[in-house]
């Protein structure tokens, strides 16, 4: 999983594990029957399909607009700040929606809460150095190597899960996150013998693992605030990020790049950031379905696999030619996220059946 990607990918995984139920998103049992096994099948086919389609479109568009020779636009951070205003945009309205009924009508009402804002800021500060981070990464490195550059996640999560959180990782688990790391500087390696590695963006990469993890952690702090709303948050979270992009993008110069820019009154270019600010927008939508029809492991387990799918479609778009060692690396770190899954999910499975664990120390253990 990109978990770009994300970019909103683990705050709705947040949500699913622990909130109030996501109104956009099926209703879980109900009282009817079960579909038939073969509806059941396609539905879920259909839904991880959707998935892998909305999460790779997502990075080859964010990597067009953040590093295409024909659209030479070097504003990295406007491009993350109009995915941000389009993403409140987008809650807004469907929170607007809501008093017309289906398919809108369990949504919570909007409204900007300056008390609010403030106490989801440090989450936004975070936020905004997932994304940005991300997108930056993106910008300095081929899509290719784009899954092992920002792999280090899981083991950030294990790293942060001991220091902040006390929980202690089995050695199973270790192993993996061991064999995530051998595979990223296996990649690392690799890009700098084909002469194609940027320090820039190992380190942009390095830097989103680490806010992917944080934001994990700050949202579970901030979403009492909002009510365990999903959909508040969200909200909160990307006006407080477009307040906080100006000045930035004034720091940078970002604003005087835009002014000399020769496409900023072209339809095409708008309409690319458009789309690409929707599919950001759906991403968190789509691994919501996909958990809700599969489960927390499944999904992991898809993310695994569209990384795998994205990096040999990107080998291929862009016509490079990898070495056994590249594909090595890409190997080790597909395969070590997903024995890390595969492990985590065992335990947690074992921890849930056993009558003697108590409840809380069942929720620790699925952070």
Excluded at 67 to 84: E, W, Y
Excluded at 206 to 233: E, F, H, M, Q
Excluded at 280 to 299: N, R
Excluded at 339 to 347: D, F, H, N, P, S
Aim: charged letters at 15%; a positive charge; proline letters at 4%.
């Amino acid at each position: 999983m990109s978990r770009a990607q994300l970019t909103r990918t683990g705050i709705l995984r947040m949500a699913l594990g622990g909130g109030g139920a996501d109104p956009l998103l099926p209703a879980e049992g109900g009282g009817g029957r079960r579909a038939p096994f073969l509806l059941r099948a396609l539905r879920i086919a259909v839904v991880v399909c959707l998935y892998w389609f909305t999460s790779i479109a997502m990075v080859f568009l964010n990597k067009y607009l953040l590093d295409s020779p024909s659209l030479r636009l070097d504003a990295p951070l406007f491009v993350t700040f109009f995915q941000c205003a389009l993403t409140a945009a987008l809650c807004l309205g469907l929170s607007l929606g809501a008093a017309c009924g289906p398919p809108c009508a369990g949504l919570p009402t909007l409204r900007l809460d300056p008390k609010v804002s403030r106490s989801v800021l440090p989450l936004s500060a975070v936020f905004i150095g997932m994304v940005t981070s991300n997108n930056l990464c993106l910008k300095h490195v081929g899509v290719a190597f784009y899954n092992v550059g920002r792999s280090l996640t899981t083991v950030f999560n294990v790293l942060l899960s001991y220091l902040l959180l006390k929980q202690t990782t089995s050695l199973y688990a270790l192993l993996a996150c061991g064999v995530i790391i051998g595979g990223f500087w296996l990649g690392v390696d690799q890009e700098g013998a084909e002469g194609t590695l940027s320090w820039t963006g190992i380190f942009f990469g390095i830097l989103a693992s680490l806010c992917v993890s944080l934001n994990a952690i700050y949202t579970k702090k901030v979403l009492p605030v909002v009510d365990g709303s999903i959909w508040r948050l969200t909200f909160y979270n990307n006006v407080n990020a477009c307040v906080l992009f100006f000045p930035l993008m004034m720091l940078l110069g970002e604003f005087r790049t835009l002014y000399h820019f020769d496409k900023l009154g072209s339809p095409s270019f708008w309409g690319m950031m458009t789309l690409g600010g929707v599919f950001g927008f759906a991403i968190g939508y789509v691994t919501g379905l996909q958990i809700k029809f599969t489960s927390p492991l499944t999904h992991n387990v898809s993310g695994t696999a569209k990384a795998c799918a994205q990096t040999v479609l990107a080998v291929i778009y862009f016509e490079e030619t990898k070495s056994f060692l590249w594909w090595t690396s890409n190997l080790m770190v597909l395969g070590g996220s997903f024995a890390y899954t595969w492990v985590k999910g065992l335990e947690m499975r074992k921890v849930q059946e056993d009558p003697n664990v108590k409840s809380g120390e069942r929720n620790e253990t699925g952070v």
